[in-house]
């Protein structure tokens, strides 16, 4: 892929007291692609993630996005300019209907003064964007269901769907299948497979057969270095990738 980089890390280091969860990672993203990020547990991904969103400060280094320093952002300010990560179960409205939550996740992102706003979905500007997201990742039977009331895939989708409603550029996806059944993932990976090449997306993933499935890049993460960044073809042929990570 030739185009330009949409995300790009400088030398990025985030230190954690004496540990160094990312060392000196320079990492570029192009606009368009799906470029997924593996490594062992521990490898420094999900710490990663937390920079690029906003939700962690980097100790050294720099974080562009679409060109620009987002570096010090807040994580707000990242989503108005297209960088999402995917909502998480923490920030789902129990209570509220699937439809709300997403609706409320439009209305964020419309620049709309946030208004903690129950019946957001009987909003007609927002209910019309709202439904057709959830339809979108296959929630639209679910819309009228209470978040409390969904199935921990569901939870997972509607998390999706919330990270969709804002109209991202780039979307950040911490692991996510984590926790689904074999079915549900599936649905997972053939939604990722439709939203591919849309929008750009991050996707941090242990199951090695959705990220060589779906990946346009690689990229092996191991004691918060990049070990090796590439497609899975040059990933799969690795030498060092296959001693480190992939296990022969
Ligand atoms: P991964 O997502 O690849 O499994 P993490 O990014 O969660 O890895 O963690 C990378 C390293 O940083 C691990 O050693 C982890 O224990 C450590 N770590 C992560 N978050 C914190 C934190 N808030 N405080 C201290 N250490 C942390
Ligand atoms: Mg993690």
Redesign the pocket.
Known sequence: MTSRPLLETHALVKR?GG?T?TDGLSLSVAEGELHALI?P???????LIAQLSGELTPSEGRILFDGRDVTRLPPFKRSLRGLARSFQITSIFPSFTALDNVALAVQAHAGHSFRFWRDAGRDPRLAGPARAVLERVGLGARAATPASALAHGEKRQLELAMALATGPRLLLLDEPMAGMGPEESHRMVELLAELKGGVTILLVEHDMDAVFALADRITVLVRGKDLASGTPDQIRRDPAVREAYLGD
Request: no cysteine; hydrophobic share 35%.
């Open positions: 954690f540990l969860a490594g547990n521990g490898a420094g991904k999900s710490t």
